[in-house]
């Protein structure tokens, strides 16, 4: 499984096996892409996307359990991880 990282428009941290994937996952359930999110989109490292899960703040602002970051860190599930706060 790989992690993608956006910024720009709205910030998403994506799990996918490729990267169409992860632009098919964001443009379904982040933002529309205007032509430029396959630029703005790039691969991140597996400690990295585990520490920026388990570490953001969820919507209720509390911090994800710990174990439940770390199973979806390691299912075999593609999913956005992260959204922006402002688009939930």
């Known amino acids: 499984m790989k992690f993608f990282e956006v910024s720009n428009p709205y ?12 632009l098919e996952l964001y443009t379904k359930n982040v933002a529309d892409d205007e032509g430029e999110l396959n630029d703005e989109m790039t691969e991140v490292g597996e400690v990295y996307a585990s520490m920026r899960h388990a570490r953001a703040p969820g919507e209720d602002k509390e911090l994800l359990p710990l174990e439940e970051a770390l199973k979806e860190i390691t299912s075999d599930d593609e999913m956005v991880l992260l959204i922006e706060g402002n688009l939930l």
């Open 11 to 22: 910030y998403a941290l994506i799990k996918a096996n490729t990267k169409e994937k992860a």
